[in-house]
C-alpha cells in the first residue's frame, strides 16, 4: 500500500509539474503564433532539431545509464557529471564554429547567429543531466517539478517581452535557450548533491559501457523524430517549417508531457518488481493503460477537430497547419499504446533486442522522409505514422516473443485500453466526418458542438474496451458516497 501510495504521489508530482509547464508553453504558443511571422518559428525549429540529435550523443546515454543503476556512488555520480558535461563543451563549440556552414546549406544567413545562440543548450543539458538524475533517483519529484515550471516561466517570460517589444526571432532563439538554463540554474540551487572532482578506479566504466549501449537506440530515435524538420528546411522555405513546428506543438507536445515523466518513474518501478517479465509487463501495463487512454482521447480529439483546434491555437492564419496536426495526432494515439515496449524491454535490460526492434522501422521513416519531403509537410507526416505502425509490429512479432511472450499478448499490450479509440478515430478522419460537419455549422458555436459530440463519442468508444469498463467502474465505485 505505502509503495502503491508513493507511486500514485510521484506520478502525480511529475505529471502536475510538466502540464503546469505545458499551460505556459501553450500559453505561449497562443501568443507568439499570432505575433510572429512563420519563418521565424521555422528557423528556430531547424536548429533545435539540429541539436535535439546532437545533443543525443552528447549524453553518451549516461542519464538513463545512471538512472537504471541500482546503486550509485558520489564518485560515481561525480565522473558521469563531468563527463556529461565536457560532452557539452565539445559539442557547444563544434555547432558554435559551424554555424556558418549550416546557414549556408539552408541559404538562410539568420541561422548563423540563432546556432551560435542555441549551441550553449548542449553544455546546459550536460551540467543538469545528473542533478535531474538526483532529483529522480532521490524521488525528489517536486524539486525536479518546480525547476521545469519556474524555468518555463522564466523563459515565457523572456520571450514575451522581447516579442512585444518587436524582436520576434530573438524572442523565440531566447525562450529556446533561457527555459533549459534557467532550470538547471534552480535545479542545481535546490539539490543538495553537489559533484566532487572526477577520480579514476570509482567505477564508472560498466555505466559509460551500458550508456554507449543505450545512445545507439537514443541516437536512431532522435534522429527519427528530428529529420522531419531538417529535411523540410533544406527544400521549403523557413514558413513551412514553422507552419509544421506549430502542428508539431499541438499534436505531439501533449503527449510527451504525459508519457516522458511516466517513463521516468515506471520504467525503474518495472525493473524493480519482482517475478518473471510476464509479471513486470503487467505491473507496467498498470499504470501504462490509464495513461495511453488518456493520451489516446486527447490526441483523438484532436485529430477529429483539427481545424478548430489550430484556429483556436493559433489564430486564423494558419489553416495550413490542419491536416499536419490530424495525422500526427493519430500517430502519437499509436505512439503512446506502443511505449508499453520501450517500458518493457528498457526495464529488462533487453536494450539490444529494442535497438534491432527499431532500427529497421526508424530507418524506414527517415529514408521515406528524405523522400517525400520535397513535396511538403503532409506527406512527410503521414510517414511518421506509416513508421509508427511499423514499429507496433517490429515489437510484436520479434521483440516481445525474443522475451518468451507471444505475439498476441504483445498486440495486446499496447491496444488493451485504446483499440475503439483508435478505430473510430481513423474511421472518423477517413469519412472526415461528412455527415456531422453538414449537419453544423463553420460557426464558432457549431465547432463547439461538433468537438463536444466528437468527444462523447470518443469516451463511448473507449468502452468497447473491457480493461476500460472495468476500470471506470472502479472510479465510479470509489467516488460514491458511502452509505
Not at 134 to 151: F, H, I
Not at 234 to 247: E, F, M, Q
Request: glycine share 10%.
Amino acid at each position: 500500500m505505502a509503495a502503491s501510495s508513493f507511486g500514485a504521489r510521484a506520478g502525480a508530482i511529475l505529471l502536475g509539474g510538466q502540464w503546469i509547464k505545458y499551460v505556459i508553453q501553450l500559453v505561449a504558443l497562443v501568443v507568439l503564433s499570432r505575433m510572429l511571422p512563420k519563418s521565424d518559428f521555422g528557423i528556430v525549429a531547424i536548429v533545435t532539431a539540429i541539436v535535439a540529435v546532437a545533443a543525443t550523443v552528447g549524453d553518451l546515454g549516461l542519464s538513463t545509464a545512471a538512472l537504471q543503476a541500482p546503486v550509485l556512488s558520489h564518485e560515481q555520480k561525480s565522473n558521469l557529471f563531468w563527463l556529461n558535461t565536457g560532452c557539452g563543451f565539445v559539442f557547444t563549440s563544434a555547432l558554435f564554429f559551424a554555424a556558418p556552414l549550416v546557414a549556408d546549406i539552408y541559404d538562410q544567413p539568420e541561422l548563423r547567429w540563432v546556432c551560435r545562440v542555441l549551441a550553449f543548450l548542449f553544455v546546459v543539458a550536460g551540467i543538469g543531466a545528473q542533478f535531474r538524475v538526483e532529483g529522480n533517483r532521490t524521488g525528489s519529484y517536486s524539486r525536479v517539478a518546480l525547476a521545469d515550471v519556474l524555468g518555463g516561466v522564466i523563459g515565457v517570460l523572456g520571450a514575451l517581452i522581447l516579442a512585444f517589444l518587436g524582436h520576434g526571432l530573438v524572442a523565440l532563439t531566447v525562450q529556446a535557450l533561457l527555459a533549459p538554463l534557467a532550470t538547471v540554474v534552480i535545479l542545481v540551487g535546490l539539490t543538495p548533491w553537489k559533484p566532487g572532482l572526477p577520480r579514476r578506479h570509482a567505477g564508472t566504466r560498466p555505466l559509460l559501457t551500458r550508456g554507449l549501449t543505450i545512445v545507439v537506440v537514443h541516437l536512431v530515435n532522435a534522429i527519427s523524430s528530428n529529420v522531419d524538420q531538417i529535411a523540410l528546411g533544406k527544400y521549403h522555405p523557413a514558413g513551412l517549417v514553422g507552419a509544421y513546428n506549430r502542428g508539431l506543438q499541438i499534436s505531439v507536445a501533449p503527449l510527451r508531457q504525459i508519457m516522458t515523466p511516466m517513463t521516468r518513474l515506471v520504467v525503474p518501478r518495472m525493473s524493480q518488481a519482482e517475478g518473471d517479465i510476464r509479471t513486470k509487463a503487467e505491473f507496467g501495463l498498470g499504470a501504462h493503460g490509464p495513461v495511453s487512454l488518456l493520451c489516446a482521447l486527447g490526441c483523438g480529439l484532436i485529430a477529429l477537430n483539427a481545424p478548430f483546434v489550430v484556429r483556436l491555437a493559433l489564430g486564423g492564419q494558419w489553416p495550413e497547419v490542419a491536416p499536419i496536426v490530424a495525422v500526427l495526432a493519430l500517430s502519437s494515439i499509436i505512439n503512446a499504446s506502443a511505449s508499453i515496449y520501450y517500458w518493457l524491454l528498457v526495464a529488462t535490460t533487453r536494450v539490444t533486442t529494442l535497438f534491432w526492434s527499431e532500427f529497421w522501422p526508424r530507418l524506414a521513416m527517415i529514408a521515406s522522409i528524405l523522400i517525400v519531403a520535397r513535396w511538403g509537410a503532409v506527406p512527410v507526416a503521414v510517414c511518421i505514422l506509416a513508421g509508427n505502425v511499423l514499429m507496433v509490429v517490429s515489437a510484436c512479432l520479434y521483440a516481445v516473443p525474443k522475451t518468451g511472450l507471444s505475439s498476441r499478448f504483445a498486440l495486446g499490450l499496447s491496444l488493451r485500453w485504446t483499440w475503439g479509440v483508435l478505430v473510430f478515430a481513423v474511421a472518423g478522419l477517413v469519412a472526415e466526418f461528412g455527415l456531422l460537419r453538414s449537419l453544423v455549422p463553420d460557426t464558432w458555436l457549431g465547432q463547439i458542438t461538433q468537438l463536444v459530440i466528437t468527444g462523447l463519442l470518443l469516451l463511448a468508444s473507449s468502452l468497447l474496451s473491457s480493461d476500460t469498463r472495468r476500470y471506470t467502474a472502479r472510479l465510479l465505485a470509489r467516488l460514491r458516497p458511502q452509505s
